[in-house]
């Protein structure tokens, strides 16, 4: 029986749902591992008599590696096939949080670090390029938005199981809390065991035979690559083509909001129960705190996966940049307020700036073609943790130099630079081809209600 339905419009099937948990997967042991340092590093300090200065560089050594590892992944990722890097996340994660047992030097643990680091960095393109690349268009947007849901979710898990293992354990039990990673890390490279290769990938290098198989193997002999939307033929696309080529302006956007939005995010999440005790929750309520600011960042993320379709990327984004920004002007005004007023302003921020954070999966994944989709991804990734890593070394000493209060202002005033960009530059790409989204051929908006719009509403 002849099948002319085309793969982005079909239901959800169970290998789309598995494959979603297995890119899920890596989101939540990111979250996990990036966050059980925040935890451990307390009972770290006296244990390793570590200086302030290797304190911070522990803190920041993740965060580095990400920078290093988004680069890699994404020219990896393009260059080598989906697959064979979908693996190399969770094998470091395993081998990096195992080896923590041991360690005896602030030296050892940064490297271990900057290593659990790179593999989060090749991970964010890998993912997200799978999902993307598989996924039919309307289960596009919320499923990749999902992946930060899965992220925060970790970060939760990895709050509660390290103040377990710090209030249960002896004075080593900081090391059973970062080795517990390889526990989440191990059952996803069981997990990820059988992913093919992804189809459109495997056409961007002119095996069609191989992409054929592919897509009867996952979606039934009635379908082939005529079920695939029109593909523009293979081009000789490069890491340099992110900034040329016509690409320039799609990975200024990208970068611009990307890095806008995790600056407050990394910067005030890391430092958590620091800037809750500045903020006057103090002892164990700053610790309580972080818990519930992450379970509020979850149900940010979990309502910015439905309303991505709902109101649209474009929309999303503006509103989530904006309220998200006014709660931080906010709790810059009211620094000195209720312990209530405060958590209750840190809590209204963890929700609003959800839209921003899923956002950022994306729209990377749907305006840049097959060939260099992975790259830009690992681009955005890489650029963004440079405002990480200064935004985290610089929030305690903000704290000592000016106060809480411009602590926040600083944060509100990046999150609204954020907004200025993507009011220029964001594009809507709700219900378009994938191949439509990413095609710099489209003369018109990709919105396809843009007409009678503001220029702003428009690909650039």
């Known amino acids: 029986m002849s099948n002319n339905i085309s793969i982005e419009d079909i239901s959800p099937n169970r290998f789309h749902r598995l494959l979603t948990l297995r890119s899920s997967g890596g989101s939540f042991v990111d979250g996990y591992v990036l966050s059980i340092i925040g935890i451990a590093l307390p009972s770290i300090v006296p244990a390793l008599m570590l200086s302030g200065l290797w304190e911070g560089l522990i803190a920041v050594s993740a965060l580095m590696g990400i920078f290093f590892g988004g680069f890699l992944g994404g020219t990896l990722t393009d260059r080598f096939g989906r697959k064979m890097i979908y693996f190399i996340g969770p094998i470091l994660f395993t081998v990096c949080s195992v080896l923590q047992l041991w360690v005896e030097s602030g030296v050892m643990l940064f490297i271990l670090r900057f290593f659990i680091g790179i593999g989060v960095g090749i991970e964010y393109p890998v993912a997200t390029a799978f999902l993307v690349e598989f996924l039919p268009k309307k289960q596009r947007g919320p499923c990749l938005a999902g992946l930060t849901i899965f992220f925060f979710a970790g970060a939760a898990a990895a709050y509660i199981s390290g103040q377990l293992f710090i209030e249960m354990g002896g004075p080593e039990a900081w090391r059973f809390a970062l080795a517990s990673t390889a526990i989440f890390s191990f059952g996803l490279l069981l ?216 602590t926040m202002y600083f944060a509100a005033g990046i999150t609204f630079a954020g907004l200025i960009v993507s009011w220029f530059l964001a594009p809507e790409t709700r219900g378009i081809d994938l191949s439509a989204a990413s095609s710099l051929e489209n003369a018109q908006p990709l919105a396809k209600k843009g007409s009678g719009k503001s220029p702003a509403r428009q690909m650039i």
């Open 191 to 406: 997990l990820r065991l059988g992913t093919p290769e992804s189809p459109r990938w495997l056409l961007s290098k002119g095996r069609r035979d191989e992409a054929t198989a592919v897509i009867k193997k996952v979606f039934g002999n009635n379908f082939s690559l005529k079920n695939l939307p029109e593909q523009p033929k293979p081009r000789k696309l490069a890491f340099r083509d992110l900034v040329c080529s016509g690409y320039g302006k799609r990975t200024f956007f990208v970068c611009m909001f990307w890095t806008c939005a995790v600056i407050p995010v990394f910067a005030v999440y890391a430092f958590a129960p620091k800037v809750l005790e500045a903020l006057h929750l103090t002892g164990k309520w700053a610790s309580y705190g972080s818990i519930v600011v992450t379970m509020m960042f979850v149900v940010g993320c979990a309502l910015a996966s439905w309303l991505v379709n709902v109101m649209g990327r474009r929309s999303l984004l503006l509103n989530s940049l904006l309220w998200s920004g006014m709660a931080l002007l906010l709790l810059g005004c009211f620094s000195e307020a209720s312990s209530w007023l405060i958590i209750t302003l840190f809590g209204a921020y963890a929700v609003l700036v959800g839209g921003a954070q899923v956002l950022q999966f994306v729209y990377p994944n749907e305006i840049f073609p097959t060939e260099i989709r992975a790259a830009a991804v690992g681009l955005g990734t890489s650029v963004s943790r440079i405002g990480a890593i200064i935004g985290t070394y610089l929030v305690p000493i903000s704290i000592t130099t000016y106060g809480i209060g411009y």
